[in-house]
């Protein structure tokens, strides 16, 4: 038997509801807010990736899934949304009548990492980005989205991280106070952390490695480096944070795993998920449509990791599928025949019905009902049809009516939009 990849997985039914659920609850947020979808490729040139998350990440050194294509181009599973979308905002010039432009998309991101719970090779993720406005107030609108979509899903236990990464005026300053404090403490950190402290410090702040961790307790603090301009903003994104009343926490050491970040950092965590605990990040990239090609647009934006927020959800709820509203247990050929008829004519109203299209006895049929949870079972045999009445049994209260054969579609129909009530 062939097998999944490792790292990949199905959602099957039972728990796609759930997925289906959540993905319409931000749908609908999102809309609110006025963000429009967006679709694009899953697959895209290498370098678009190389050139916008970094070289020196995690993502591009070691996560992504690149390989060469029939004619030798390299192209690459997208590991995130956030390049794509900038490609085709540049692309298809989409800030050329209006800059401001507000976008969502989701959709399945490919990483080869370790292979755990919270961790796949292919997983899902939300994407919201705003283009064209440097206001940190958006940045703010940004995460109270985030947290509302969180509220409605009612899932509890998140908290918001944030911190600034200054800008290309202010960060060389923070690089080299922070490079210097390496210097002391090279012979504590990892072998990727001694390699990342030459070419991408800030990185280290980031790992997981405990003794890294410890080593960086008493690390400088980007938010005693930042320039007045990105402090001011940094001030305004707190404040329209404290009138929404969102709770967060400055978290200095926050810096996120790719290289176009500026100013605006942050991330929602939640301890019911153990060590897999970010449930979405973001924050502003403001040079990156530049970098890319395009023209000088702030740009902000959050990805949240549907996988995790599924399994938060799925914590808090059962996921039920509703059984169909009817099965229909038709004995013989003739039967069988007026059952399909029915089961179409139901199903392109919306009111589902099963049947069983075999020859099976009734006592089987009735099973197969039960293990469908139906609400209602119709009977239809040869007796049923010589006297012009199916009998309709409701499986709940075990009450049973006769209904008139040319009545059935609309009798179940009616009972089946009196039950949804
Ligand atoms: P982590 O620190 O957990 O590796 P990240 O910083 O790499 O996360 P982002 O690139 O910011 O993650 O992606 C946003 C969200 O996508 C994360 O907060 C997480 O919920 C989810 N995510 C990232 N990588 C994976 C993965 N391999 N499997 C499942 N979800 C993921
Ligand atoms: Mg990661």
């Known amino acids: 038997m062939i097998q999944l990849i490792r790292g990949f997985r199905d959602i099957l039914p039972g728990e796609v509801e759930l997925w289906q659920r959540i993905e319409a609850t931000a749908r609908d947020l999102f809309e609110g807010f006025g963000y429009r979808e967006i679709r694009i490729p899953v697959m895209e040139r290498t370098e678009l990736f190389a050139r916008s998350i970094g070289e020196q990440t995690d993502i591009v050194e070691k996560e992504m899934y690149t390989f060469p294509d029939r004619k030798g181009e390299l192209i690459t599973l997208r590991p995130e949304a956030t390049a794509s979308i900038v490609r085709a905002y540049i692309q298809h010039r989409l800030y050329a009548?209006?800059?401001?432009?507000?976008?969502?998309?989701?959709g399945p991101m490919f990483r080869r990492e370790r292979p755990q719970k919270g961790r796949y090779r292919q997983f899902y993720q939300i994407n919201v980005e705003v283009f064209g406005v440097a206001s940190a107030l958006v940045d703010a609108q940004l995460i109270l989205m985030l947290v509302t979509l969180l509220e409605r899903l009612?899932?509890?236990?998140?908290?918001?991280?944030?911190?600034?990464l200054g800008c290309p005026a202010c960060r060389p300053d923070f690089r080299k106070a922070l490079s210097d404090y390496l210097a002391s403490r090279m012979d504590r950190l990892c072998s990727d952390c001694r390699r990342r402290s030459e070419k991408n410090p800030l990185r280290v702040l980031d790992c997981k490695v405990p003794d890294c961790r410890d080593a960086m307790t008493g690390a400088p603090a980007i938010t005693d480096h930042l320039c007045d301009d990105c402090r001011a903003h940094f001030d305004t994104f707190r404040r329209?944070?404290?009138?929404?009343?969102?709770g967060y926490v400055i978290d200095p050491r926050l810096v996120r795993g790719l290289?176009?970040?500026t100013r605006?950092?942050?991330?929602?965590?939640?301890?019911?998920?153990?060590?897999?605990s970010a449930v979405a990040g973001g924050g502003r990239y403001d040079?990156?449509?530049?970098?890319?090609?395009?023209?000088?647009?702030?740009a902000t934006g959050f990805a949240i990791g549907l996988d995790r927020l599924a399994e938060l959800v799925a914590a808090r709820s059962e996921g039920t599928a509703p059984g169909p509203d009817v099965f229909i247990a038709?004995?013989?050929?003739?039967?069988?025949r007026r059952a399909f008829g029915w089961v179409c004519e139901l199903g392109l109203d919306g009111v589902q019905a099963e049947m069983e299209y075999g020859d099976r006895s009734l006592k089987s049929q009735m099973k197969r009902a039960n293990r469908l949870k139906a609400r209602r079972v119709l009977i239809v045999g040869e007796n049923e049809l010589a006297a012009g009445r199916a009998v309709l049994r409701d499986m709940q209260t075990r009450e049973q009516q006769?209904?008139?054969?040319?009545?059935?579609?609309?009798?179940?129909k009616a009972l089946a939009a009196a039950s949804r009530d």
């Open 97 to 106: 009548q209006e800059p401001v432009r507000k976008f969502y998309t989701i």
């Open 154 to 164: 009612a899932v509890e236990d998140v908290h918001v991280h944030a911190n600034s």
């Open 240 to 246: 329209a944070l404290d009138e929404q009343k969102i």
């Open 259 to 261: 290289d176009y970040y």
């Open 264 to 276: 605006t950092t942050f991330e929602v965590q939640t301890g019911s998920l153990g060590a897999q």
């Open 287 to 298: 040079g990156l449509v530049k970098a890319l090609g395009g023209p000088e647009m702030p």
């Open 330 to 336: 038709a004995l013989g050929d003739e039967s069988r």
């Open 402 to 412: 006769e209904i008139p054969l040319p009545a059935v579609v609309e009798e179940i």
